[in-house]
């Protein structure tokens, strides 16, 4: 699909008469996009990108496309949290406060917040962020299902969810935001959740999944989940699926439709054929292996750069999962800290059971190296050097060289700092940002010596 078509043939009206905060809408085949800020640029890449939800979604749902025009479908877009969480309480009275993105069953309306809370010069220079872009594929794919599908309030979570988190991949992939689940943070870390309840026992069982027995789940396992297992469905076991699919669709309401299409699956398989699909697929989430472990969100490496965007409220943390190792090793790259409440980045080094080490670049200041130890969440300066390499949107290349115990940080060709670490360094590192600061990482790249 041509997303960029929509960009250009989308009709943006803003003012300020429908309601209070409703700045900007745009319509196109399919949608609805209401803009509840003034921003004619982000109205038009949110409908390209919820436009792009409408046929694979229809292809998961096994419907065929009708020719015969449909209202189109309304998806609310608010500038920040508060505004969100506004509107949400008027619809769920706080039931979903804190996802900061869901679809309305009653009103068949999505409503998604930009998060994080993206300062005017990011949207301006570069629109919505992966994590906001994200949200809104997700409550679109929600929205068809709601159109297309007259039991939709009875369909089983790790479908609905499922579903829609493997149709964030798919428009993501479409997009150039992502190339493989594996390789992205967000998805990785999903990953890394269902490979820890298998390996502490608590991975709920394919009958229990089928039969929606795992909403006990923490909310991202439940997610995790759900979304594991729709992809190793569809991708490995498609007729299957399709005919799941199909059943669901036909056999009513109710909240007995999972309990009922689960215990038909396990008829049509007969026992060992059940017993095996769920063995290959528990052996299919061991198997995988995610580049990223993401403790708090946002950052995007679909692309060369990678964009760190973090909460107003908490550091941006991803680590890589392949440790350094053994010294020497130097870490080369470079970064630009973008305008924002707050301009640091951070780069993670030597990741131990019990802490870390963290380099900060701090705009305007200078580099700041800090061990971390997270038993009582201790931060210790072992060094710190101004720089006026470091400003906000300049691009400032690094290299930082560990070796005999000595850590030494280069900026543009200059040596700014070298300090002592008596920790050790060789397991894994990552990027960050401090709590309200964004950024972009440039061509990262770890190089271990020759031996």
């Not at 720089?387 to 560990?402: D, I």
Request: glycine share 6%; net charge positive; charged share 25%.
């Amino acid at each position: 699909m041509d997303i960029l078509r929509y960009t250009f043939l989308s009709l943006v009206v803003c003012g300020t008469a429908v309601a209070q905060a409703e700045s900007c809408v745009a319509d196109g085949k399919h949608f609805r996009v209401v803009c509840h800020f003034d921003d004619k640029a982000v109205t038009r890449q949110a409908l390209a990108v919820v436009e792009a939800v409408w046929s694979p979604t229809l292809k998961v749902l096994g419907v065929r496309p009708s020719r015969s025009k449909h209202k189109l479908l309304a998806v609310h877009l608010y500038r920040n949290a508060a505004d969100y969480v506004a509107a949400e309480a008027k619809l769920t009275a706080g039931e979903f406060k804190r996802n900061l993105a869901f679809a309305h069953f009653g009103s068949k309306t999505a409503h998604v917040a930009v998060q994080p809370n993206l300062s005017e010069a990011f949207l301006r220079d570069r629109g919505l962020n992966y994590q906001t872009l994200r949200l809104l594929i997700h409550e679109a794919a929600h929205l068809v299902r709601y159109h297309t599908t007259p039991n939709y309030r009875s369909h089983p979570d790790w479908y609905t969810e499922g579903s829609a988190s493997w149709l964030e991949v798919t428009v993501l992939k479409t997009m150039g935001h992502l190339t493989d689940s594996v390789a992205d943070p967000h998805f990785s870390d999903m990953i890394f959740r269902g490979q820890r309840l298998l390996s502490e026992n608590k991975f709920p069982s394919l009958s229990a999944i089928l039969r929606d027995e795992a909403v006990k789940l923490e909310l991202f396992d439940r997610y995790s989940v759900h979304w594991l297992l729709f992809d190793f469905l569809y991708t490995t076991e498609r007729k299957t699926t399709d005919w799941w699919v199909a059943n669901m669709r036909r056999l009513g309401g109710g909240k007995s439709l999972a309990v009922r299409l689960a215990d038909k699956l396990a008829k049509k398989l007969r026992g060992k054929k059940f017993d095996s699909l769920a063995a290959r697929f528990q052996q299919h989430v061991k198997d995988l292996e995610p580049q990223w472990e993401e403790k708090y969100r946002s950052l995007e490496t679909g692309k060369k750069d990678w964009i760190v965007t973090a909460f107003d409220t908490v550091n941006a943390v991803a680590w890589r999962t392949e440790a350094a190792g053994e010294e020497p090793w130097t870490l080369t790259g470079a970064a630009t800290v973008l305008p924002g409440k707050k301009t640091q980045l951070n780069l993670l080094l030597g990741r131990r059971p019990k802490g870390f080490v963290a380099i900060s670049l701090a705009a305007g200041s200078g580099v700041t190296v800090f061990d971390h130890e997270m038993e009582g969440n201790r931060w210790t300066t072992l060094a710190f050097a101004r720089s006026p390499a470091l400003a906000v949107a300049k691009r400032v290349s690094f290299r930082v060289s560990v070796a005999d115990g000595r850590l030494r940080i280069v900026l543009n060709g200059e040596q700014v700092l070298e300090t002592e670490v008596k920790v050790p360094m060789a397991g894994e590192w990552g990027v960050g940002a401090l709590a309200g600061s964004s950024g972009v990482w440039h061509d990262v790249k770890l190089k271990r010596a020759k031996r």
